[in-house]
T-cell receptor, first 112, second 114 residues
């Protein structure tokens, strides 16, 4: 069964460093998302992406964040200068229209 | 602004009992509602999707109902097993988008004791 994959599973970085989180969505899906979950808190939406551009972004998704679909399979989230409060589990999701969103296993980001 | 609430926050039942998990939302103009399971430190596994035009959706031991007008959904898990221990999340998609973002509740943490 097709699934969303994410790499790495765990990323440790120093404050101020850039990180890139990678996702491979399900192959026939057209809509892609990033969400995050800070420990003990709700899953919260960051950004949605369709047709090679951002469809919607939340207040969290400021200039430090960017997304890209560099080729036909990968979908990336870049954080330019990480802060302590960026420590969270980051989930990638994908969907076709009208259907359920499928989530990847997540990348745990720890900022020291 | 949409608010999604799940009560109770935690639930413990003996094996074999039926589970009833509640989800409420403040804006009834939703496109659909999705139930997920989350194991500790893991990703989100989609359990059921219920469209706004549906009243009910079933998959195996799982049954989800939706009452859009009252802003409520209930997930029933029949004959619970220790393997059902996990956190269950509900999430709604707003009414204007077939592909829009999901807004999540905080989840109900379930423990099924043998």
């Amino acid at each position: 069964e097709p699934e969303v994959t994410q790499t790495p599973s765990h990323q440790v970085t120093q404050m101020g460093q850039e990180v890139i989180l990678r996702c491979v969505p399900i192959s026939n899906h057209l809509y892609f998302y990033w969400y995050r979950q800070i420990l003990g808190q709700k899953v919260e939406f960051l950004v949605s992406f369709y047709n090679n551009e951002i469809s919607e972004k939340s207040e969290i998704f400021d200039d430090q964040f960017s997304v890209e679909r560099p080729d036909g399979s990968n979908f990336t989230l870049k954080i330019r200068s990480t802060k302590l409060e960026d420590s969270a589990m980051y989930f990638c999701a994908s969907t076709r229209a009208y259907n359920e969103q499928f989530f990847g296993p997540g990348t745990r980001l720890t900022v020291l | 602004k949409q608010e999604v609430t799940q009560i109770p926050a935690a639930l413990s039942v003996p094996e074999g009992e039926n589970l009833v998990l509640n989800c409420s939302f403040t804006d009834s103009a939703i496109y659909n509602l999705q139930w997920f399971r989350q194991d500790p430190g893991k990703g989100l596994t989609s359990l059921l999707l219920i469209q706004s035009s549906q009243r009910e959706q079933t998959s195996g031991r799982l049954n989800a109902s939706l009452d859009k007008s009252s802003g409520r959904s209930t997930l029933y898990i029949a004959a619970s097993q220790p393997g059902d221990s996990a956190t269950y999340l509900c999430a709604v998609r707003r009414g204007t988008d077939s592909w829009g973002k999901l807004q999540f509740g905080a989840g109900t943490q379930v423990v099924v004791t043998p």
